[in-house]
């Protein structure tokens, strides 16, 4: 694998399972050196960390959680002073309630809304400053479908990636004079532990039959396109999403 990041430093949020946990070890294989934050499970995020060292790469574990300003101000720091610096972030991680829209509470809302866009808001807050003294760096943000299809269950956590690829591009236009690229990755349905929260759970995973590709998304896939926004090939792309769906989204 190329070795494109050599020398960066990489802050992973959700980056000790599924699709977080791709993109860190994707990051180091490619010569970044990587935090990641992880909410409660240690185990994850140790297994994490010795899949790094396996890889020759170096790792910080950071537990905490993104849903509100110190709290976010405080994981981009702890990152930075372990790092030495911040030249990439990568704002993966994501929760969210999973129910009809006539069920949905204000405090579903809330928790949603917050946790999955808010937070990119005011970790970039945080971390283009640190970007900057570095001579630039680069966001990117981690969003689904949902966004702009109409998915069973999936109001607030769609209506959340829809303000998270908006806080993208505005993101994007104020950063890129700094030298700070700011773009998001969409995935269709990714083969992870997360599909257990979803009652269609196996209708979403046959999905793949009916994908031009022929298969669902792996965390990898995903991964492969973060790496590509963070690397240097792709130094006029600002401000986009990019879908990595295998063409689900295609065919009416």
Known sequence: MSRSLEGRLALVTGGSRGIGRAIALDLVDRGATVAFSYLRNGDAAEETLALIRERGGTGHAIKGRIDDTERCHALVDEAAEALGGLDLLVSNAASGVIRPVMELTEKHWDWTLDTNARALLLLAQRAAPLMAARGGGGIVAISSLGSFRVLDNYTLVGVSKAALEACVRYLAVELAPQGIRVNA?????????ALEHFPNKDEMLAMGDRTPAGRIVE??????????????????????????DGGYSLPA
Not at 185 to 193: E, M, N
Not at 219 to 244: F, H, K, R, Y
Request: hydrophobic content about 50%.
């Open 185 to 193: 990755v969409s995935g269709g349905v990714v083969a992870t532990d």
């Open 219 to 244: 965390p990898q896939d995903m991964a492969n396109a973060v790496a590509w926004l963070a690397g240097p090939e792709s130094s006029m792309i600002v401000g986009q999403t990019l879908i990595i």
